[in-house]
């Protein structure tokens, strides 16, 4: 379970890599970014969904063989007259002739009106218009001429949309000068051979129109569900016809496109089921989208708006997600996301006809998790450096001391072996403390209860008094041990150092006297020294090593007690002329219940905890205590402490 210290960072750090990646794809889906990537996996989705070519729709294809059996291009228009008479007997339901006829046949006297009489006699041909640019540089309808626009059936444009990439993937279902007037050759087709089909015309409408300008207007735009690639459409050679290579019947009610597939003929496009290295004849286009719309499998993109919309709320609910979930469970959310995310945009294209731009969240998701890792790292780092530190600080009873490494890992080394040493000490300690219950404290108690049972002839009052205030003095200096391992430097105020040795010095004056001992107060002309201390605990640790100098000071002697300063830092020091100590013992003074006496000394009481305490005080104020001394020269111990900064 995640401690409040940590949940909030954490929250605070999801909450800002939320916004900032919920923004980032918002924003690059709405712009739509990434269109070239978006292209790429429509058409991977739409190659993955094909369907079988229709029975009734042929393409009547002016191929190579063709070319070969009746001659070069272009043929008398006679030729054509005569495929569509084919055709008419044939039982033909409809023909769509996508051949541009916009200018007389010079050549061949008499047969355009031969063309002209067949397109009437056949009843259900549709002829194509284009966008024809003019000398000056205008733009018009390109009309087939008068005389075979009237016999036809009906007009219809054959105009391509390409997308930036030059792959055509869509269409407008209405075209025209000004305003869209002529419906798609495979729209106007539908109406012939099936009327009422489409009741509702779909696709993504154009704004308003303005009649009589000189600009092209589209509107009813559709993606193009192609059924297959190229040549999944049945295709017929035109020489074949004109040859009579086929039973009668066979066009019975069949559609039949006619166009141009030859070599170097003909308008070809890429396409998303062909690609660049195959393209797809106009022709064959025009039967993919007369199968789309007879079948009402049109493609529409989402909005937007709409597409911005989905890939945020996505994201955010996986990023909701990785918040909850382990790393590793987070890793393999993120890649069935990723995974998830392109498989249902397919999904969407290929059962409802929709289409779902899904770059900008995938890069989304691909990011979310290394992302979110790093600042669930990062954080979740900082906290168990703090809390690492703060066990450290604890543990030493000392001030964080700075790491000197430069890299981040060395620095967490070198705090996790500090760490390491302070729960060894700490360690230590736990074990003085059932040294010092079980042997400190039960020895006297154990000698009361013996002199209880056993008093003997004498009046043992006296030694039990002995023992008890033995055993209170040794639980005395042990708890207040424990309070200066807890002091919190947090809670320190400013203190007067002068005033608080002045006082120090003065609570020792009737132990010092009664030795005829004199201490020497030598403050260079200090009046006031301001440090951050709790004053008590700290007081209690100067007066330990007054006490401790009049103990071990042969009678008649002096002590000095000095303050002095330096530019950042007070000194104090305690200066006596005893018994000294000897070099080899200095290492175990600072040590818990070390009292160490030399031959000449004399016994005194006590359980050796006070320096302990002094020193651990002292470290707590972030100062230091050192001593020097050497037997028959006295002792000095030098305490420096830092300035309160004011």
């Known amino acids: 379970m995640t401690s409040p ?192 089909t489409i009741s509702t015309l779909p696709g993504e409408r154009a704004p308003s129109f303005i009649t009589g300008t000189a600009d092209w207007a589209r509107d009813y735009w559709i993606h193009i569900p192609f059924a297959g690639p190229p040549g999944h459409f049945r295709h017929i050679a035109y020489s074949d016809i004109i040859q009579h290579k086929f039973p009668p019947g066979f066009f019975r009610n069949k559609v039949v496109f006619i166009g141009a597939t030859a070599t170097g003929m003909g308008d070809i496009q890429s396409t998303p089921v062909s690609g660049l290295n195959r393209p797809m004849s106009g022709v064959e286009i025009n039967a993919n989208i007369y199968d789309a719309l007879r079948s009402h499998l049109t493609i529409n993109l989402l909005p937007v708006w709409a597409n911005a919309g989905i890939t945020m709320i996505s994201l955010g609910i996986l990023l909701f997600a990785l918040l909850r979930l382990p790393a590793r469970h987070g890793l393999w959310l993120s890649l069935l996301a990723a995974i998830g995310s392109v498989a249902i945009a397919a999904a969407m294209l290929r059962f409802s006809l929709l289409w779902f731009a899904p770059s900008a969240l995938l890069l989304g998701i691909v990011l979310a998790y290394p992302v979110w890792s790093w600042r669930r790292l990062e954080t979740t780092q900082r906290y168990l450096d703090t809390e690492l530190a703060s066990m450290a600080n604890e543990l030493v009873h000392a001030a964080a001391t700075p790491e000197n490494a430069l890299d981040p890992i060395a620095r967490r080394i070198q705090l996790a072996t500090r760490t390491k040493a302070a729960l060894k000490q700490a360690q230590q300690n736990r074990d003085d403390l059932m040294q010092f219950i079980s042997h400190d404290i039960r020895a006297p108690l154990a000698s009361i209860l013996a002199l209880l049972q056993h008093p003997g002839d004498t009046n043992p009052g006296e030694q039990i008094k002995r023992y008890a205030t033995g055993a209170l003095d040794l639980a005395d200096d042990f708890f207040r041990l424990i309070r200066a391992e807890s002091l919190d430097p947090k809670r320190f105020t400013e203190c007067d150092l002068v005033s608080m040795l002045e006082e120090t010095a003065d609570d020792t004056w009737a132990l010092a006297q009664a030795k005829r001992i004199t201490v020497t107060r030598e403050f260079s002309g200090i009046d006031e020294a301001w440090i951050q201390a709790a004053r008590t605990q700290f007081q209690r640790a100067c007066f330990n090593l007054l006490t401790n100098a009049v103990k071990y000071s042969p009678p008649d002697t002096g002590i000095i007690l000095r303050l002095m300063q330096d530019d950042d830092s007070w000194i104090i020091q305690v200066e006596d002329h005893g018994y000294g100590i000897a070099a080899e013992a200095l290492p175990r003074l600072f040590t818990r219940y070390q009292r160490l006496r030399t031959p000449e000394q004399p016994e005194t009481e006590g359980v050796g905890l006070g320096l302990i305490i002094s020193k651990t005080v002292i470290e707590r104020h972030h100062g230091e205590i050192t001593v020097t001394s050497a037997p028959g020269s006295g002792t000095t111990f030098t305490i420096t402490l830092p300035k309160a900064q004011h």
């Open 5 to 196: 210290q940590l949940h909030r960072p954490l929250i605070h750090e999801w909450l800002i890599t939320s916004i900032s990646l919920i923004g980032l794809v918002g924003v690059l889906s709405f712009q739509q970014v990434f269109w070239r990537m978006d292209n790429l996996f429509y058409d991977a989705a739409l190659k993955l969904w094909q369907r079988p070519a229709p029975d009734d729709v042929v393409i009547a294809a002016i191929d190579d063989e063709s070319l070969t059996a009746l001659g070069r291009w272009p043929w008398p228009r006679a030729i054509h007259a005569q495929l569509l008479d084919i055709l008419t007997r044939d039982g033909v339901r409809a023909v769509g002739f996508d051949i541009i006829l916009s200018e007389a046949d010079t050549s061949h006297p008499g047969d355009d009106a031969r063309l002209a009489a067949a397109i009437r006699r056949n009843k259900h041909v549709v002829l194509p218009v284009f966008q024809s640019v003019l000398a000056s540089g205008t733009l018009a309808d390109g009309l087939p001429l008068p005389a075979f626009a009237e016999a036809a059936a009906a007009l219809g444009h054959v105009q391509s949309e390409l997308d930036a990439d030059g792959i055509m993937r869509s269409v407008y279902l209405h075209e025209g000068m000004g305003t869209p007037n002529y419906p798609h050759l495979s729209l106007a087709l539908l109406d012939i051979a099936q009327p009422g």
